[in-house]
């Protein structure tokens, strides 16, 4: 139902030299080749453990720009900060490419609060990647 007005803005969008990016919250396995089709540049999956990492890695890698943050339903809220690291991890070395591919978030909410040493440990593990990333 969106997807011909959607594909238009995007494309007006592109015409003007800018780029597009959509959130989506919940499960995107429906609407990905959809995606891929009205060109979008990035796209944001806060909660992609929905969608899954290798459903994402299949049809997205190389062709969208991925954000998302470590999982903020589990990971970061119950996991421990080896946990955070693990899954920062399993998130680059699903999405990044020599191009780009992949743009990290972290995140610090109050609801619910996460552990501050989970924040600090997806700081720490997506910092490795980062050009000139600050020590901490």
């Not at 990971?75 to 743009?103: C, H, M, N, R, W």
């Amino acid at each position: 139902r969106f997807k011909p007005i959607t594909k238009k803005v995007f494309k007006h969008i592109h015409e003007k030299g800018l780029y597009t990016g959509i959130l989506i919250d919940g499960d995107a396995k429906p609407v990905l080749d959809d995606l891929l089709e009205m060109e979008i540049d990035q796209l944001c999956i806060p909660d992609f453990k929905v969608t899954g990492i290798s459903a994402l890695k299949e049809k997205i890698k190389g062709r969208i720009n991925f954000k998302a943050p470590v999982s903020m339903v589990d990971t970061l809220s119950t996991g421990t900060p080896k946990d955070v690291e693990d899954e920062a991890e399993a998130l680059i070395d699903a999405f990044y490419t020599q191009s780009g591919g992949f743009i990290c978030e972290v995140l610090k909410w109050h609801r619910p609060e996460y552990p501050e040493e989970n924040v600090l440990a997806s700081v720490k593990a997506f910092n490795k990647y980062r050009k000139n990333a600050p020590v901490i």
